[in-house]
């Protein structure tokens, strides 16, 4: 085979915004997904990155595209906005880069969630059709693409799960976390969120706090089983999608 005809190694970069304050944890949480992700693609180069770390992106576009064309660019985020259309766009400059949905926007998404509320379910001896699924999500003043990402979602989360009733609250914008978690019963919180960032370790478990809601609280969608399986079928996708064009 020669070697114009021989295949180009996937190469990707996942990003996420990261904490600009404590940029480290995250940073170790990207690291570690991007190897989860290389596991199913063999060959692959898979780096994980935040924003908040100087350079890093940039850094890790370089190396990727290094001889090979445009590395494959996987937002880690959960909705389209102003950070994925405007600032990672910004942050990439005139450097090669294919860049891709948000993780938000996965159509395994679902799936996924709907896994892990299972596995609680049973942990709790719970049926799910008298458990009420709250989802915890972001939110904006100014950018409805947060909020319509996690109404979208929700519904067909709490479907995939056998969960007939489903709540949604938010911490930046009404109907905010407190209000809506008030007086739910049985019921488990989903964060509809990437990372372990302030607002999951900080704002979700005031709100819960205050709210007296005492059920499960699952983690971010980065420490839930087989995320990693799921964003490599979807770089896999798009590397033949990419070839096929």
């Known amino acids: 085979m020669s070697d114009r005809a021989r295949p180009v190694p996937l190469r990707a970069v996942i990003v996420a915004h990261g904490s600009p304050s404590n ?9 570690a997904l991007a190897a989860s992700v290389a ?4 060959g692959a ?13 940039e850094a890790a576009l370089d190396s990727a595209a290094e001889g090979q064309g445009a590395p494959l ?41 709907a896994g ?24 904006s003043r100014s950018n409805r ?6 109404l979208r979602a929700a519904p067909a989360i709490a479907k995939m799960a056998g ?3 489903v709540r949604v609250g938010f ?11 008030r007086d739910l019963g049985q019921a488990i919180c989903l964060p509809f969120f990437a990372l372990p960032a302030g607002h999951v370790t900080e704002d979700i478990p005031e709100a819960l706090a205050e709210a007296r809601f005492d059920g499960p609280v699952l983690p971010p969608f980065v420490d839930h089983h087989d995320v990693g399986a799921l964003i490599a079928a979807s770089l896999a996708r798009a590397a033949r999608a990419r070839r096929a064009a």
């Open 23 to 31: 940029p480290d944890p995250q940073d170790r949480a990207m690291r």
């Open 39 to 42: 596991r199913h693609l063999p």
């Open 45 to 57: 180069d898979v780096v994980g990155v935040t924003l908040a770390s100087e350079g890093r992106f």
């Open 73 to 113: 660019v996987y937002p880690f985020f959960m909705a389209r906005g102003w950070f994925t259309e405007t600032f990672l766009r910004r942050r990439t400059g005139n450097r090669p880069g294919w860049q891709m949905a948000p993780f938000g926007l996965e159509p395994g998404l679902p799936d996924l969630a």
């Open 116 to 139: 892990t509320l299972r596995k609680t379910l049973a942990e709790q001896a719970w049926a799910a059709g008298d458990t009420t699924l709250f989802l915890a999500a972001h939110g």
């Open 145 to 150: 693409a947060s909020r319509d990402s996690a």
């Open 163 to 165: 969960m007939a009733r």
């Open 171 to 181: 911490v930046e914008e009404a109907p905010f976390l407190a209000e809506t978690a």
